[in-house]
């Protein structure tokens, strides 16, 4: 496996996990409904994530599709989670927003 995949595959597992601690700790927050976005995006960022490790995993002809489409969700998740001022929140948008960075190269 290349070098590349591999940092790409830490760095969707990393921002899987951020996103599954950030969605926990939102529903824990005190106006769940403010977080409802955040919570969403989390869920479907995590998901993607994890997909794109496993297709890079296997060497997957789809994975830089797939990269392509997670680093949208994962910018998209980076950018609602970075207007929250909560911790969980702010380490799960620079998890994403670095993620993305990682899933665009990997899909040029």
């Known amino acids: ?29 005190q106006d769940v409904q403010m977080m409802a976005d955040c919570i969403k995006l989390d ?25 392509r489409i997670c680093a949208e969700a994962c910018r998209a998740c980076g950018n609602e989670c970075g207007k929250h001022e909560a911790e969980h929140c702010q380490k799960c948008s620079e998890a994403c927003l670095s993620c993305a960075k990682a899933c665009d190269a990997i899909a040029a």
């Open 1 to 29: 496996m290349n070098s590349a995949f591999e940092d790409c595959i830490s760095e969707c597992l990393r921002c899987a996990l951020a996103c599954e601690t950030c969605a926990s700790s939102c529903l824990n927050e």
């Open 43 to 67: 869920r479907d960022c995590a998901d993607m994530c994890v997909l794109a490790a496993k297709l890079m995993a296997r060497g997957s002809s789809l994975a830089a599709e797939i990269c």
